[in-house]
């Protein structure tokens, strides 16, 4: 009998050690547990901050994975101080657990407790079950965290538990919940907040901190006192997290930057994502684009984009497509992506393409009317002033963004024909018609481009012709820089539309362009005013916004200077607060010499002395003629080609009695002698009434009469005098006698 007993006592064993460690290995873990768990997209900021934490498929948000080293130590106590104390002993099933659980609900005579491990809970939560769990079902779920506890190391159960529970409202993963309740890291949780976290997975709809804190803090206080019995908080750590008040910060995913997030969405399949966005930078952009169209919505303006670049990386670093991206009417519409007509702001290359054939900032275009022979008739652009100017240097007519003038340099230089294919070697995708469907009309303007490739292209004028494709994730594909444009014409394009003297004429003196450093800045204005922009760089930062409407409604008298423009410059300034603006070196091949605007020809010891002559920068092998004595009359008037014969006498010639054809000389000309357009007066208060009288001359007038329509003018002995103050001030003068008039310019400044 005795041998009997041992024999039925040796077999039991045997069949219980079978059963402890043999039959776990015949039931398979669950393959979901097998694969990494599933992780939403992440979008975070160039330094980590989050911008956008998409759902999954399955309308929940998990973050990626996080390893056990990575889990704070206090939080994996609070987890096993709620869910399972003896995790590091026990066998991946808990007997005294198991009894314990009975006994209690044997003595209530209902479910009171639970024994579940976290082996456990991490079978049931990575095996999908529909109906009811049955004894048989638990019993291979038991068997399951035998063979899970036999085969994983503690660490590596505890980190996937972690990873894949539920902490409610669409959260899985501590690492989502962290954020998704306190909007921090897991490292930055104190013991408080780790003990409310691990009192969620238990019921989480039921315990809702977002529906009522109340309702889970005497869990999460339970779960205090047992980790500080359990020797895992000292007295002051456990009295401290019993004191602390739980602040709540909800983070839903965030949605920072939601128009650069949506161009980026499909691009990668990875989980997270670290962008170029400057987080800070990009909610000043957006800040400053909502103050700005509030002062304009009188004007009908309602929507605005900007895109700001870094000029040594190509990277973006804010991008706002639209005022308010849940706005009802086109919030969602993205103003950096969508075509619109840039105008003049296309005109640079234009006249870069001029530098590289030969041309300089001092040779001369006649801004005259013209009309050129299209397919579809003539083609008769005119200048924003609906004014002609006459002969201007390439500066002159670049920095006043003059529409006469772009035509006539893109004429000189073969059309379109020779604009187009740099313009798409630069990145405009959307000029796919023919050149000559666009005809002249290219360069101020006629073809629908995007923000953030125009941009790109004056990112190239800003690295002095390097070409270097835009990209707004850290971990893109390095791109080559390769040259596109020519360095000594990009630096003088760079130079011109820094240069507030040269659009002085158009802009004034003190317009929202002139910022208290060098800066490159190129307005453009469409047609019916449908479209505003502004585009610039400092050698750092290429800065590109828009203005208009989405339904293509025209604006009410909305230019450069007064849509984009300021836009551009809070932008700019803001840029510049922490990174002082720096300009570019000359380059070895560029030299200067002074010449006469009139002709555009250099001037020497030798030549008539000029009262406009200026500086001027020139490609040493590229330098202008020098002027003859035979460009000058006897009175030291620049001869023009006869082509001005017709312009001269009128009012709209602002060089007055300084210029003169053949064809002229034998005609009446009224012209103003003082001031000559463009005088600058300076206001000096030491002397006599500020020196603000200004004697007004002119010759060819017998029956002279003077106005202006911001100067008050006295008339005394025969003279008539002008009394200044601050500004741009037009002056008009008209012969009675003749019909003729004549028309100066006068900037006055105080010192």
């Given amino acids: 009998m005795r041998r009997r007993w041992k024999t039925i006592l040796i077999t039991l064993l045997v069949l219980a050690a079978v059963g402890w460690w043999g039959i776990p290995w015949l039931v398979p873990l669950p393959e979901a547990l097998l694969k990494p768990p599933p992780a939403s997209t992440l979008y975070l900021a160039r330094d980590g901050t989050p911008l956008r934490h998409l759902l999954n498929a399955d309308g929940t948000r998990s973050a990626p994975p996080v390893k056990f080293a990575e889990i704070p130590t206090t939080l994996v ?3 096993l101080a709620a869910e399972d104390k003896r995790f590091f002993s026990h066998s991946g099933i808990d007997p005294l657990a198991i009894a314990r659980a009975a006994w209690d609900n044997a003595r209530t005579g209902h479910v009171v407790s639970g024994a579940s491990t976290i082996h456990q809970q991490l079978i049931k939560n990575t095996t999908p079950r529909s109906g009811k769990r049955t004894l048989g079902i638990k019993i291979i779920e038991a068997l399951q965290a035998r063979r899970l506890a036999m085969s994983w190391s503690r660490e590596d159960v505890l980190a996937a538990y972690l990873n894949r529970i539920s902490f409610g409202n669409l959260m ?5 919940a962290a954020s998704g309740y306190f909007h ?9 907040e780790c003990a409310l976290l691990a009192a969620l997975p238990q019921s989480p709809s039921r315990l809702n901190p977002f529906r009522s804190l109340e309702a889970v803090l005497p869990r999460q206080r339970r779960i205090l006192d047992r980790m500080y019995a359990l020797g895992w908080l000292d007295d002051e750590q456990h009295r401290i997290a019993w004191d602390q008040k739980i602040v709540l910060q909800r983070f839903s995913g965030g949605f920072e930057a939601p128009h650069a997030i949506e161009m980026l969405r499909g691009e990668s399949s990875a989980t997270t994502i670290r962008t170029t966005i400057d987080a800070m930078l990009q909610q000043q952009v957006e800040t400053i684009i909502a103050q700005r169209l509030e002062s304009l919505k009188d004007r009908h303006v309602s929507h605005g984009a900007v895109v700001v670049m870094d000029n040594a990386t190509g ?24 075509p619109h007509s840039p105008g003049s702001a296309m005109k640079p290359f234009t006249y870069l393409i001029a530098f590289e054939r030969g041309a300089t900032p001092a040779s001369i275009v006649a801004d005259l009317p013209v009309e050129f022979a299209t397919s579809s008739g003539t083609y008769r652009p005119e200048n924003f002033s609906l004014r002609s100017f006459g002969p201007m240097t390439y500066r002159h007519a670049l ?20 604009l187009l294919p740099r313009l798409r070697e630069l990145g405009l995708t959307t000029l796919t018609e023919d050149a000559a469907h666009y005809g002249l009309g290219l360069t101020i303007g006629n073809a629908s481009v995007r923000l953030i490739e125009l941009a790109n292209a004056y990112a190239c004028l800003a690295r002095l012709g390097q070409f270097k494709p835009w990209t707004m994730r850290t971990d893109a594909p390095t791109s080559e820089e390769h040259r596109l444009l020519g360095e000594n014409e990009s630096w003088l394009i760079a130079d011109i539309l820094s240069d507030n003297q040269a659009r002085e004429m ?40 828009w203005v208009g409407n989405f339904d293509n409604t025209p604006m009410q008298d909305v230019s450069g200077i007064t849509g984009a423009g300021p836009i551009f410059r809070d932008v700019m300034l803001h840029l510049h607060e922490k990174h002082a603006a720096t300009w570019f070196d000359r380059p070895a091949a560029i030299t200067h010499a002074r ?17 406009l002559s200026r500086e001027e920068f020139f490609i040493a092998d590229k330098m202008p003629p020098v002027a003859q004595a035979s460009n000058y009359d006897a009175r030291g008037r620049a001869i023009l080609p006869s082509e001005y014969a017709a312009w001269i006498p009128t009012s709209a010639n602002w060089l007055g009695d300084l210029i003169t054809t053949a064809e002229t000389d034998a005609k009446p000309v009224l012209r103003i002698t003082n001031p000559i357009p463009g005088t600058v007066v300076i206001l000096d208060p030491d002397i006599r009434n500020h020196g603000n009288r200004l004697l007004l001359q002119a010759t060819g007038a017998s029956q002279s009469h003077w106005s202006s329509k911001t100067l008050e003018l006295r008339s005394e002995a025969n003279h008539t005098f002008a009394i200044l103050k601050p500004g741009r001030h037009e002056i008009e003068l008209r012969d009675e006698a003749s019909g003729l008039s004549a028309s100066t310019f006068v900037i006055v400044e105080e010192e």
């Fill in 77 to 79: 106590h609070a987890v």
């Fill in 172 to 176: 899985t993963g501590a690492a989502t």
């Fill in 506 to 545: 158009a802009f004034g003196s003190h317009s929202v362009l002139r910022l208290p450093f060098k800066c490159a800045v190129k307005t453009g204005t469409s047609s019916t005013f449908r479209d505003n922009w502004t585009l610039g760089f400092t050698r750092e930062f290429t800065v590109g916004v």
């Fill in 315 to 338: 990277a973006v670093l804010a991008l706002a497509g639209s005022r308010d991206f849940f706005a009802n009417e086109g919030g969602q519409i993205n103003g950096a992506w969508a």
């Fill in 399 to 418: 920095g006043n963004s003059l529409n006469i003038s772009a035509v006539r340099v893109l004429d000189s230089i073969g059309g379109a024909e020779t």
């Fill in 184 to 192: 921090k890291p897991l490292n930055d949780l104190t013991p408080a």
């Fill in 595 to 611: 010449i006469d605007p009139r002709t555009g020809k250099r001037l020497t010891p030798l030549t008539p002395p000029s009262r």
